[in-house]
């Protein structure tokens, strides 16, 4: 089994807690963006990241002087959004990160595919950002097929807790052999189910350190998550997707 999940966009640098075990997979193509977003003016840079003057002023800053091979801090305790703060890594147990290294990924506009321990820094760019790159017209062509191929090559079963943004650099290009399963939190209010979207995120982060403290690897052993206040729904549930649902109040 793999997990794959989203990055956030507010990063921070720990060289202290654990120790880097690699680099990306997909340096290369990561250097590629890199090299190429180093030759846009600060203008341009801002549009394509579609922030306000202060992150512009600090993401161009850390562009301008980035390494992309020292003072490199483990993937998984370089984002700080609600779903990292609910996985909550820095407090792991070693079995847990042993988990996590094996089956936890998380996509990456800049980086491509991570592994928990992968050394990054912080960036900027999400992988809807509209940046061409080598003849491709945005970050979904650049990547193509090689983050599905690459799971394929490590498992037969990817668990989806990504947002759409980021699955759908995935999901159209896995072989049909390889079983794909979206997991979606929502309410039941009047009789409609409604995803909001921090407790989205919240309930993602959960169930990453759910699945890692219970070492879970097959599809049926996901229906017992039950934190949060959700439940899984055998009828709202298909062979695709598992519905947690938390009911009227």
């Known amino acids: 089994m793999r997990i794959i999940i989203s990055p956030a966009k507010k990063m921070n640098v720990d060289t202290d807690s654990f120790a880097v075990q690699n680099l990306p997979q997909f340096l290369p193509e990561t250097e590629r963006l890199c090299a190429t977003m180093q030759t846009m003016s600060d203008k341009e840079l801002q549009s394509l990241w579609k922030c306000n003057d202060a992150l512009a002023k600090l993401n161009v800053e850390r562009l301008r002087t980035m390494n992309l091979h020292n003072r490199l801090t483990p993937a998984i305790l370089a984002y700080e959004g609600i779903q990292y703060r609910y996985m909550a890594p820095g407090v792991f147990e070693d079995g847990h990160l042993d988990y996590a290294q094996e089956h936890l990924r998380m996509l990456s506009g800049f980086y491509g595919l991570l592994r928990p321990f992968d050394g990054v820094t912080p960036y900027r760019l999400e992988m809807q950002a509209k ?23 490590e498992t037969n079963f990817v668990l989806n807790l990504a947002s759409k943004e980021y699955s759908r650099a995935v999901e159209p290009h896995l072989p049909p052999a390889v079983q794909f399963l979206t997991c979606t939190f929502g309410e039941r209010k009047d009789g409609k189910i409604i995803e909001k979207g921090t407790m989205c995120k919240m309930a993602r982060g959960q169930m990453v350190r759910w699945l890692a403290e219970h070492a879970v690897t097959v599809p049926e052993e996901i229906k017992k998550f039950d934190e949060l206040g959700y439940r899984f729904s055998e009828t709202d549930s298909t062979d695709r997707q598992y519905s947690f649902i938390k009911e009227d109040a």
């Open 131 to 153: 940046l061409s790159v080598d003849g491709c017209k945005d970050l979904y062509a650049f990547w193509g097929g090689k983050l599905a191929k690459q799971l394929a090559t």
